[in-house]
């Protein structure tokens, strides 16, 4: 069964600009979830799509932006990229009741210069 | 505001002794806590959960131990092994809701 798969692994991209990065889930699952992670914040959540829909969001700005297609993957989208959105971004694919486990994707490192 | 704190950034131990990794919480409204393991250039994995209504799971060298009235839980690894070494976040999430809360991680040394 493949895992989570995120892409593309490293990006680098220029103050101002935006970007989009993808993952696909676990086949099966619905539910697809998205992290921030950087040193010295842990883990943040930014928001979690479940067939298609938008169910949980977390408390990030407008320029950090989702969807999720019918075959379940999805994408992330930063706007107008600020020096401080360098980080890893992570993305967890479950079945989507609560408590299923959620299985991580290898994130993809965005370095904004 | 961060929801789920793990104060020790990181943690030494031998090998084969017990590795205890702290977390607390100060949402009452959460349920259900996971571990997870990370190392460099990998996602996280699931190691171990529990959920509210108990104090204790145990699953092979791993126990993780609710204590619901401090906010508190930690995981024990007995004996420790230098494969274990890692960072160790802890997470929680309410019910009804599929979104988890990490703590800020602790790395985990185990010297062999």
């Known amino acids: 069964k493949a895992g989570v798969t995120q892409t593309p692994r490293y990006l680098i991209k220029t103050r101002g600009q935006q970007v989009t990065l993808s993952c696909s889930p676990i086949s099966g699952h619905r539910s697809v979830s998205w992290y921030q992670q950087t040193p010295g914040q842990g883990l943040q959540f930014l928001f979690e799509?479940?067939?298609?829909?938008?169910?949980n969001k977390g408390n990030f700005p407008g320029r950090f932006s989702g969807r999720q297609f019918s075959n379940s993957r999805s994408e992330m989208n930063v706007s107008t990229l600020e020096l401080g959105d360098s980080a890893l971004y992570l993305c967890a694919s479950s079945l989507g009741f609560f408590g299923a486990e959620a299985f991580f994707g290898q994130g993809t490192r965005l370095t904004v210069v | 505001d961060q929801q789920v704190k793990q104060n020790s950034p990181s943690l030494s131990v031998q090998e084969g002794r017990i590795s205890i990794l702290n977390c607390d919480y100060t949402n009452s409204m959460f349920d259900y806590f996971l571990w997870y393991k990370k190392y460099p250039a990998e996602g996280p994995t699931f190691l171990i959960s529990i959920s509210s209504i108990k104090d204790k799971n145990e699953d092979g060298r791993f126990t993780v131990f609710l204590n619901k009235s401090a906010k508190h839980l930690s995981l024990h690894i007995v004996p420790s092994q230098p494969g274990d070494s890692a960072v160790y976040f802890c997470?929680?999430?309410?019910?009804?809701?599929?979104?988890?809360?990490f703590g800020t991680g602790t790395r985990l040394t185990v010297i062999p």
């Open positions: 799509y479940f067939s298609e829909t938008q169910r």
């Open positions: 997470a929680a999430s309410a019910a009804g809701a599929n979104n988890l809360f």
